[in-house]
T-cell receptor, first 111, second 112 residues
Framework: TQLLEQSPQFLSIQEGENLTVYCNSS?????LQWYRQEPGEGPVLLVT?????EVKKLKRLTFQFGDARKDSSLHITAAQPGDTGLYLC???????????FGGGTRVLVKP | NAGVTQTPKFQVLKTGQSMTLQCAQD?????MYWYRQDPGMGLRLIYY???????DKGEVPNGYNVSRLNKREFSLRLESAAPSQTSVYFC???????????FGSGTRLTVV
């Protein structure tokens, strides 16, 4: 059982549709991060959230940290083929601690 | 470009062979990490080094050893490769978890 559970594992949508990816845990995290990984490359950091209830926006991507700091979501509005990739959430149990990663959500946006 | 450099990109080993994966970063980060990535498992931490001269076990350390050669370099060694070690290996560096990690582009290792 992973400390961070992501759902769904796979998502296939048409260009222009919206999607939401979830990252859940029974543990409290001091911070949570989202990464995107493309084939043949390492993950690239998208955002870090640190405050319960925090919402951050990055163009068409909206990230939310749950009030209890146990869960997070990533919402993409009007998805584009360039959003295709593996999305990974990762949490730190305390400041300065190493990151624990979720299993990932593979997103495919078809033109 | 600044970042994390891993070598080699691809490797095929026979069971029982040994090899060392190399990693170097030029961002002056104190912490460095080795992860393996398997389908549906996300990234699992093998070993990490919080600072030069220190190393600690992660979630899946069995069958691996590491060396933090200096602040820039952190190598991962497989002494006797097994098919279960077939995976994609990523090296990362960072200041502290909250600031995020910078990852290398990975080494795809197949053990036959």
């Amino acid at each position: 059982t992973q400390l961070l559970e992501q759902s769904p594992q796979f998502l296939s949508i048409q260009e222009g549709e919206n999607l939401t990816v979830y990252c859940n845990s029974s543990s409290v995290f001091s911070s949570l991060q989202w990464y995107r990984q493309e084939p043949g490359e390492g993950p690239v950091l998208l955002v870090t959230v640190v405050t319960g209830g925090e919402v951050k926006k990055l163009k068409r991507l909206t990230f939310q940290f749950g009030d209890a700091r146990k869960d997070s979501s990533l919402h993409i509005t009007a998805a584009q083929p360039g959003d295709t990739g593996l999305y990974l959430c990762a949490g730190a149990r305390a400041a300065g601690n190493k990151l624990t990663f979720g299993g990932g959500t593979r997103v495919l946006v078809k033109p | 470009n600044a970042g994390v450099t891993q070598t080699p990109k691809f490797q095929v080993l026979k069971t029982g062979q040994s090899m060392t994966l190399q990693c170097a970063q030029d961002m002056n980060h104190n912490s460095m990490y080795w992860y393996r990535q398997d389908p549906g498992m996300g990234l699992r931490l093998i070993y990490y080094s919080a600072s030069e001269g220190t190393t600690d076990k992660g979630e899946v350390p069995n069958g691996y050893n590491v060396s933090r050669l200096n602040k820039r370099e952190f190598s991962l060694r497989l002494e006797s490769a097994a098919p279960s070690q077939t995976s994609v290996y990523f090296c990362a560096s960072g200041r502290q978890g909250i600031y995020g990690y910078t990852f290398g582009s990975g080494t795809r290792l197949t053990v036959v």
